[in-house]
């Protein structure tokens, strides 16, 4: 089982940054792939960025490529998501997501989701 906790969501202004970390619960974090999401209000959720258990590979949503990194910290059981260059747009609940195997896109390919935490961007 695996016990996921965002953190670092707010209001920011377009233009400006953000880091979001999820921290994970359970020792076989470093085995895992992680994932980021985001749900706007009557909208899908979609993704965002997933990396692998290692951290040797990422992929990015098109939307987010050059904007946001994820990263991730074994030792610390933590996933990140810097967001850089925020627009309206990005305007979400984020989620991180924990999977078994190698990165995913897909949103049920997930087993374990956090509560979310809300980023909003003023314009």
């Known amino acids: 089982q695996v016990q996921l906790v965002e953190s670092g969501g707010g209001l920011v202004q377009a233009g400006g940054s953000l880091r979001l970390s999820c921290a994970a619960s359970?020792?076989?974090?470093?085995?895992?792939?992680m994932g980021w999401f985001r749900q706007a209000p009557g909208k899908e959720r979609e993704f965002v960025a997933a990396i692998n258990y290692s951290g040797e590979s990422t992929y990015y949503a098109d939307f987010v490529v050059g904007r946001f990194t994820i990263s991730r910290d074994n030792a610390k059981n933590t996933v990140y998501l810097q967001m850089n260059s925020l627009k309206p747009e990005d305007t979400a609940v984020y989620y991180c997501?924990?999977?078994?195997?190698?990165?995913?896109?897909?949103?049920?390919?997930?087993?374990?989701w956090g509560q979310g935490t809300q980023v909003t961007v003023s314009s």
């Open positions: 997501a924990a999977r078994r195997f190698g990165l995913s896109i897909k949103t049920y390919e997930y087993a374990y």
């Open positions: 359970g020792r076989t974090f470093s085995s895992t792939a």
